[in-house]
């Protein structure tokens, strides 16, 4: 079985991302034959959608589990739809994670997760402010546009 496991370095002894659709590369274990093959995510830079364009690509690999740190409700969705069994949480090297895996100590995601302070804010603000300008711009001097001059009888 295939197992991509995102990391932050192209190497079994990497540390692993805990970012699933912007994780710099992936160590990719066949579970069978002991083999692995490092890829490079591209779509880590993404303007946005990185997490769909990630599990699609992951998936076009053959993959059938994934071992990272959080998986976005976008990037879940589209890896349940192919299959691919998820585990969510992991940290520490990609060769401790695989083995955690192998002796049964990782747990499966049902749901999808995202990890504290990862992604944007709802900008949420009231604006409520009250403005603390003068109002004195042009046209708005000492007369309030009235005219300062005389006028006055000869």
Do not use: W
Request: overall charge positive.
């Amino acid at each position: 079985m295939k197992i991509a496991i995102s990391s932050f370095m192209p190497d079994i002894n990497s540390d692993i991302d805990p970012r699933f659709g912007r994780c710099q590369y992936f160590v990719i274990c066949d579970s069978d034959t002991e083999h692995f093959e490092t890829v490079e995510n591209p779509h880590c830079g993404a303007a946005g959608g990185a997490g769909v364009a990630t599990a699609q690509f992951v998936a076009s690999k053959g993959v059938k589990a994934v071992i990272t740190g959080s998986v976005g409700p976008n990037a879940f969705g589209v890896l349940s739809a192919a299959g691919i069994q998820m585990y969510g949480g992991a940290t520490g090297k990609v060769r401790d994670a695989l083995e955690a895996f192998r002796a049964g100590r990782l747990q499966a995601l049902q749901q999808p997760q995202m990890a504290g302070g990862m992604g944007m804010g709802r900008g949420r603000g009231a604006g409520m402010g009250r403005g603390g300008g003068g109002g004195r711009g042009m046209g708005r001097g000492m007369g309030g546009g009235r005219g300062m001059g005389g006028g006055g009888r000869r």
